[in-house]
Nanobody, 120 residues
């Protein structure tokens, strides 16, 4: 089982920056994809960005050019640098880890979430 511990959420004014961190521990398979999802009030949870073990990345169109995801594999930690924050970025941000084991299935783990609030 993988445990995910998030930090870095908070309140920031529009145009500001915030850096989220997620540390993974437990029985971690060497190949995994870690990402950030968010859920705004009244909306479905959506993918913000993800990064593979090989550091391939993908971003939601709404955050491209503003957010950067990175990871430190030796620490099993993933980061999300958020710049140029907008009020619509407000929501609960969740760390996620996915591992596919051939012949077994997919393991999917979630952090407890951290609140990000961007004021106008």
């Amino acid at each position: 089982q993988v445990q995910l511990v998030e930090s870095g959420g908070g309140l920031v004014q529009a145009g500001g920056s915030l850096r989220l961190s997620c540390a993974a521990s437990g029985t971690i398979f060497r190949d995994n994809t870690m990402g950030w999802y968010r859920q705004a009030p009244g909306k479905q949870r959506e993918l913000v960005a993800y990064i593979t073990t090989g550091s391939s990345t993908n971003y939601a169109d709404s955050v491209k050019g503003r957010f950067t995801i990175s990871r430190a594999n030796a620490k099993n930690t993933v980061y999300l640098q958020m710049n140029g924050l907008k009020p619509e970025d407000t929501g609960v941000y969740y760390c996620n880890s996915k591992t596919h084991v051939a012949g077994v299935g997919t393991y999917d783990y979630w952090g407890q979430g951290t609140q990000v609030t961007v004021s106008s």
